[in-house]
């Protein structure tokens, strides 16, 4: 039997699960519409899609790495309150994905969503725990790192609400640059660095730094003729804030973060060099829903 767009557009709103799910089970049921509501149920899609409008901001993050330390992989998934991040079954789905994150042969959010994971896929396996939980929850982001000649040493904070991995390249083993490594990756945790290094900036970045910061002063009453000195003066001291490399040590506030790799390099008798850097905080950028919890219960409970 052909299927129609009147069709998938019936199902849609008859269960509001995915139009490309909708597609799939009526080609799957040969179009029988009630057979297709109760297959996206049995999926657990039609219950997914009905709380994927609810914000989800808590969750977990979890780093893997390859055992030769080469490989590394960081994935966060959302949850809406923080009691579900504690569950058993969604903390084995985090480390199963942080697992499949080092795998290779996928490039994009999408690409992850689709790999095979038991059964079925990523997707699949949300959607069942879904519709298991009760709770909306989403893969928000997952990335892998292999770079040539770089080791990654990782850091969990606060079980698991902030994730660091630093790759640094080095001829180093790992066991010699593992304290090093995670005292980097500890400062990046605290201090939420944006950049390694100048050289890493983006020029738009530092375009649109220029401009607020020459407004403010503007704002100030500043002379124009000195505006300029003054902004990059202030540039630099921001960009010390936010470059990795410039930061204060946290661990030793009489040097920076590059001074401290410079030291341990000629400690170990080996070049240090930060290759990599990447944090995941949990629900960092998105906006969160306060609700009143007695209202909530009650919605529930209607």
Known sequence: MAITAAMVKELRERTGAGMMDCKNVLIETDGDIERSIELLREKGLAKAAKKAGRIATEGLVRIKFSPDYKVAGIVEVNSET?????????????????????EPGWNSLEDFLGMKLGEGTVKDRLNSLIATIGENMNVRRVQRTEIPGALNVGYIHGGGKIGVIIGLETEAPYD????TGKDIAMQVASMNPRFIDESGVDPEYIESEKKILIQQALNE?????IVEKMVVGRLKKELKETCLLEQKFVKNADMTVRQYIEEAGKAL??????AAMIRYEVGEGLEKKEENFAEEVAKQMG
């Open 221 to 225: 009453g500043k002379p124009a003729e």
């Open 82 to 102: 923080d009691f579900v991040a504690k569950n058993e079954e969604f903390i084995g789905f985090v480390e199963s994905l942080s697992e499949l994150s080092l």
């Open 269 to 274: 008798g080996k070049s240090l060099k930060i």
């Open 176 to 179: 010699d640059i593992f304290v």
